[in-house]
């Protein structure tokens, strides 16, 4: 279980973790039962920052200094997949074009639009929550920030990988079994369940709505490429805040 969480944190973070793992290919697959051990503790590091930065600034600035803080910490490895999506699957090309066009390091319009929206919804949404229900902000900062990357696992399941390079990091996850990924979802609905009845339905939405993410992307591409698993996570985490502004909106 160590071991996978320290392989999680290495492969998705700038995190140092100075820490070699014998046969790591293996253990990122089987340990995907523990990979939302790893989105919680990720979740963790982000409320202990939010406190630091709420002792000297507003919730406004405390948010958008974390939404730089993810972007550090992983140095930017989602925000590239989501640009690199968006380019190739919103590029009206064929398949194995728009796998090509995924791969090119240059970011383009789709791409560049993308990131654009997708930073400032984070910010417009955050800040809405924080604002209204400012009494709840450190379990909204743990539940978004572990929202997007627990979901993953659904992106493993029954994978068909369709990158241009068959040995890259995507198709690290492929064979993993359907139970290590029903029983990683259990356990991250066991998380939201403690933080509150308001985040485990959206999660559950969420899960939902990620169904159609990968379904959208099986039909245009037939698979999943590295990027398009690594954008589910940029996805996943603005469809939940939607949700639990929705939840909240209405109590």
């Known amino acids: 279980m160590i071991e996978s ?3 999680y944190f290495q492969f998705f973070t700038a995190i140092p973790i100075n820490q070699s793992v014998d046969q790591a290919a293996t253990k990122l697959k089987k340990g995907v039962i523990y990979f939302p051990a790893f989105a919680f503790i990720y979740a963790g590091i982000f409320a202990l920052f939010f406190f630091l930065f709420r002792n000297f600034f507003s919730s406004t600035i405390a948010w958008s200094l974390l939404i730089i ?7 930017g490895f989602h925000y590239d997949a989501l640009a690199d999506t968006a380019d190739g ?3 009206s090309k064929k398949a194995d074009e728009m796998v ?10 789709n791409g560049a639009l993308i990131l654009i929206s997708t930073i400032l919804l984070t910010f ?5 929550f924080l604002i209204n229900y400012f009494e709840n902000e450190i379990v909204f900062v743990i539940a978004w920030a572990a929202s997007g990357r627990s979901c993953l696992p659904l992106m493993f399941y029954q994978l068909v990988y369709v990158g241009d390079n068959p040995n890259g990091l995507g198709s690290l996850f492929l064979g993993v079994s359907t ?19 308001p985040y485990l339905l959206s999660y559950i939405s969420l899960l939902l709505t990620m169904y159609f ?8 591409i037939s698979g999943m490429t590295g990027d398009t698993m690594g954008a589910a996570a ?13 939840l909240f909106n209405k109590n």
Not at 234 to 246: H, K, P, R, S, T
């Open 213 to 220: 993410y990968r379904y959208f992307v099986y039909h245009k």
């Open 124 to 128: 417009v949404l955050g800040s809405e």
């Open 100 to 109: 090509r066009i995924m791969k090119d390091s240059a970011i383009g319009a």
């Open 69 to 75: 803080l993810d972007i550090l910490l992983t140095r």
């Open 89 to 91: 699957l919103l590029s």
């Open 234 to 246: 940029l996805i996943g985490q603005i469809i939940y805040m939607l949700f639990v502004l929705l």
């Open 5 to 7: 969480i320290i392989l």
């Open 179 to 197: 139970w290590k990924i029903v029983a990683s979802q259990i356990l991250t609905m066991a998380f939201f369940f403690l933080l509150g009845w």
